[in-house]
C-alpha cells in the first residue's frame, strides 16, 4: 500500500457562517523521481498529485502538487460553514490510486 | 536517506571534498559550484503565470522558518487577506522553487466557499534558495512574493 488512510481533523464547535480550519495527513513516499537506486537506475516518480475537497458538492479547495512537496503530505485548508453538510476529500497518486474521505461538519 | 542508500559513512561524505559536487550530480543538477543562480526555469514559469501582468507587494503573508535544519520537511503556511465574495476573492497561490530541480512546487486553488485564502504545508528544499509565492486573484491581479530560506541539510529531490 502505498497510501493509507489518511487523518483528518476538524473542529468540534462551528457555528452557521463560521470559516473553519481542515488539517489533513497523508502517508506516501511521495517519491520525486530524481533520485536512483543503487543500480543507477531512475526511481520512478510517485507523488500524489491532486488533493481536492468538496463542501457539499460544492469545490472548496484544490492542490495540485510536484516533487517538492514532502513525503507524507501535510495540507491544512478552510472552508466556509454555512450550515451542517459533508466535506469531502479525495488524494490521487501517479499510479492512479485514489483515497476517498467524507467527514461531517456539524454545526451547533 | 539517500546518503544510506548510496551506501555511503554519511559523516565521511560530509566531510569530503566531494561531497557537494556528488550531492549536485545525485540532484540531477548541473556542477560548478554555482549554488544560488541554477537556473531551474522558474522565471519563466512566473513570467507564464503573470502574462505580462505587474505583479503588487503585500497582503500576501508567507510564513516560513529562516533556517529550515532539514530541507525534507519545511513547513510554510501562505495566506491573502481576501474577504473571498464573489466578485472579489483569490483564485488560486503558486509556490515556485528558485533552487530546487523543478521549478513548480505547488498550485493551491480557492473558491468563495473556501471563506479563507491560506494554505499550510510542507515542502522540499535541495539547498539555500528563495521561494517565490504569486497569488492570482478574481480581478486579474496579481500578488508576488519572495522570501529566503537558509537549508542546512538539503531535501534530496525537491
Known sequence: MSMSKPRIKVPEKIKAGDVVEIKTLISHVMETGNRRDKDGKIIPRNIIHTFTATFEGKPVFKADMQAGISANPYLAFYVRVPASGNLEMTWVDDLGMKMVETVKLTVA | ?158
Not at chain 2, 546518503?3 to 560548478?32: I, M, V
Not at chain 2, 513547513?75 to 464573489?86: A, K, Q
Not at chain 2, 473556501?114 to 534558495?129: D, N, P
Not at chain 2, 497569488?135 to 530560506?149: C, E, I, P, Q, Y
Request: net charge neutral; proline share 4%; charged share 20%.
Open chain 2, 1 to 158: 536517506m539517500s546518503y544510506d542508500e548510496a551506501g555511503l559513512d554519511r559523516r565521511a561524505w560530509l566531510l569530503s571534498a566531494g561531497a557537494a559536487a556528488a550531492l549536485t550530480a545525485l540532484l540531477g543538477l548541473p556542477a560548478a559550484g554555482a549554488a544560488q543562480d541554477v537556473s531551474n526555469g522558474w522565471q519563466q514559469e512566473v513570467d507564464k503565470l503573470l502574462g505580462g501582468a505587474k505583479p503588487a507587494d503585500g497582503k500576501l503573508l508567507v510564513e516560513l522558518p529562516e533556517i529550515a535544519e532539514n530541507g525534507n520537511t519545511v513547513p510554510f503556511t501562505i495566506s491573502v487577506d481576501s474577504p473571498m465574495t464573489e466578485h472579489d476573492h483569490v483564485k488560486a497561490i503558486y509556490v515556485l522553487s528558485t533552487g530546487n530541480p523543478q521549478a513548480m512546487i505547488s498550485t493551491f486553488n480557492f473558491t468563495p466557499a473556501s471563506g479563507r485564502a491560506a494554505v499550510s504545508g510542507r515542502l522540499r528544499l535541495a539547498r539555500t534558495q528563495d521561494l517565490v509565492t504569486v497569488a492570482a486573484l478574481s480581478d486579474g491581479r496579481f500578488l508576488m512574493g519572495k522570501r529566503l530560506v537558509k537549508v542546512t541539510i538539503g531535501g534530496c529531490g525537491g
